[in-house]
């Protein structure tokens, strides 16, 4: 099962890459604030109603709040979230509704001037309006509100108007969804079908949070006591069964993973795009989690998009966000939060039974190769976050140089304590400190949960891995199972400047004893025709180039002339019952997925 599965990973890894700048981490460290117990904590309360007007709909919303001392408030209106920009033009037709209430625009669109008596309450309403029908539904278009004759999805940060005070700070809340057409469903993330409801929360939380209505399909789940909400509208290449299956052994799986409890209230809502398959997205939120999936994509391909996004709301969030350096986030820790949820998201999926040992091992090849022949590979980290924004080879590095050294640890874990334990404990005893000392993470934190296991090396692995950018070893993790092989592998390499001598029709930055060199390509030839694909050392490339007066043809391999020893894993062939039973427990395979499996491949 291999070249599918393959092409559907690697669409699956694209998925999660634009998933990177979406996660949502605390701001600012709400366990570091100091609580503010003198200070009234701020209410503000809205009605809102769907007002539908043929092919489109909008919101009616009313907020009320308290006007502070001075007689004037700052109104902030929606502004950015991801890929939604100038999410303020969605809001239209503000009015005030107390007495003596003036709104004033200022130069910046999303933000007003309110006039009010000193110390009253404030009432003003504003208008939320849609994309216009007939928007075709990809999943950017999610980002703003979506609003239709039969339903309405909208984020917090797309929806609500709210007077300025830190996001941070608690907040009580009252939401009272008016003249809800019967028969639809109402959802968000305070609660399921309540049309009055009172919340005490913040203010980011507020807005981080989604809000849907109309004809969605509610499927209650039963994890460990606690209700997850199944929600969909629209329809799939696969059944709502099947997904309700899917969500209840990938949560089942992850909130047994970190022993949790205390979620009375969570949804993961299925919305259908109208983007081509593959194109797949997800986003974890206050208490919910939403997915953006093409209505022709099979529902394996989310397999790992969910088991990864899910475990995102541990990590890092649960383990406290990254600790703020100067108060700016450490960057440098995406390889943690990315690349150890990609580790487990993939080792879930095949302790849930999800993954086959076979789909497992082709994973990790696929990971070592990624990471190996990556040009990027041996990026410093402090080089990483200055080029992450500006290039996807980067930004994948995180993921892929942090899963390896999660492969690497935990192998090593397993092997010094005799595989008593793992690198599972380091994770919950991450999670317990940042419960019991609200602390952030930190490389020092990392060592730290690593220390009883590793000793110093946690520490000493950081410096060389992480930020000196050494190449991490590719240890085995499959026990007897599998035999590791070495091969010669040649990346990727143009040999000479590509895309700048493409550009300017002239060729540059010939590398001596390159291919390209070797095949006669030097400085300062006329590109004439001929092109290149990128990231592919086994395509032939021919460029006619003139040089003089004379016009020829050069053909080379973009490889690299120099060898990656590339290590890669082979299932033994004929592996008996017990010693694949071996191998599957050491990476945490519950027997009785074991033998689910073994007799689903009879
Ligand atoms: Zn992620």
Redesign the pocket.
Same mark, same amino acid.
């Given at each position: 099962m291999t070249e599918n599965n393959h092409v559907v990973r690697l669409l699956t890894a694209l998925g =999660?890459a634009l &998933? &990177?700048y979406v =996660?949502l981490l605390p701001g600012n460290g709400i366990m570091a604030q100091p609580v503010r117990e003198r200070l009234p904590v701020p209410e503000l309360t809205y009605v809102v109603e769907p007002i539908i007007q043929g092919e489109s709909g909008l919101l009616r919303v009313s907020l009320t709040f308290q006007g502070d001392a001075s007689g004037s408030s700052r109104l902030l209106l929606p502004l950015e979230w991801a890929e939604g920009v100038g999410l303020y033009r969605a809001i239209r037709n503000i009015q005030s509704l107390s007495e003596d209430t003036k709104i004033e625009d200022t130069k910046e669109p999303h933000v007003k001037i309110v006039h009010h008596r000193p110390n009253t309450r404030v009432s003003l309403s504003y208008e939320v309006v849609s994309q216009p029908p007939g928007t075709k539904l990809t999943r950017e278009i999610y980002y703003y509100p979506v609003l239709r004759p039969s339903y309405f999805y909208v984020m917090g940060q797309a929806l609500w108007v709210y007077p300025d005070m830190p996001e941070s700070n608690p907040l009580h809340l009252s939401l009272h969804w008016k003249n809800i057409p019967d028969g639809w469903a109402l959802i968000n993330s305070f609660g399921l079908s309540k049309s009055r409801q009172k919340v005490n929360t913040t203010l980011q939380s507020f807005r981080e949070g989604t809000f849907l209505a109309g004809d969605y399909r509610i499927k209650t789940i039963i994890i460990n006591k606690e209700p997850v909400y199944a929600v969909i509208r629209g329809g799939f290449g696969f059944t709502d069964e099947e997904f309700h299956k899917l969500v209840k052994q990938i949560f089942q799986v992850t909130r047994d993973f970190w022993k949790a409890r205390g979620f009375p209230h969570y949804y993961v809502a299925l919305l259908p795009t109208d983007d081509v398959s593959g194109r797949t997205g997800g986003e974890g939120r206050t208490n919910s989690f939403i997915l953006y999936v093409p209505k022709d994509s099979n529902l394996s391909e989310h397999r790992h998009t969910l088991a /990864? !996004?899910l475990f /995102?709301e541990w990590n890092p969030r649960r383990l406290g966000g990254f600790e703020l350096i100067s108060g700016v986030e450490d960057e440098r820790l995406y390889w943690f939060? !990315?690349g150890f949820?990609?580790y487990y998201a993939s080792l879930l999926l095949l302790r849930a039974g999800l993954f086959s040992l076979e789909d497992y091992v082709a994973g990790y090849n696929s990971l070592i190769k990624d990471y190996y022949t990556s040009p990027v590979r041996l990026l410093t980290a402090a080089e990483m976050v200055q080029k992450r924004k500006t290039s996807y080879e980067v930004e994948r590095l995180f993921y892929r140089r942090g899963a390896v050294l999660a492969h690497y640890w935990d192998i090593a874990i397993r092997s010094a304590t005799n595989n008593k334990s793992s690198l599972d404990e380091v994770m919950r005893s991450l999670l317990k400190s940042a419960k019991a000392k609200g602390v952030s993470l930190s490389h020092k934190r990392i060592a730290h949960a690593l220390h009883p296991y590793l000793g110093e090396r946690g520490t000493r692995d950081i410096e060389k891995y992480i930020d000196r950018g050494e190449l991490v070893p590719a240890d085995n993790p499959f026990g007897t199972c599998a035999i590791a092989e070495v091969n010669n592998y040649h990346p990727w390499d143009m040999g000479f400047e590509a895309a700048k001598s493409f550009k300017t029709r002239v060729i540059s930055g010939v590398k001596p004893d390159s291919n390209a060199h070797r095949a006669g390509l030097r400085d300062g030839q006329k590109w004439v025709s001929g092109g290149y694909v990128h990231g592919d050392p086994n395509r032939l490339t021919k460029l006619t180039v003139i040089e003089g007066d004379k016009q020829k043809v050069v053909q080379f391999y973009p490889a690299s002339t120099e060898a990656i020893r590339l290590p890669q894993y082979k299932l033994k062939p004929d592996i008996s019952a017990e010693e694949r039973a071996r191998c599957l427990s050491q990476l945490g395979v519950p027997a009785a997925v074991q033998r689910k499996s073994q007799s689903v491949k009879k």
């Open positions: =999660v &998933l &990177l =996660v /990864h !996004e /995102h939060s !990315e949820t990609d």
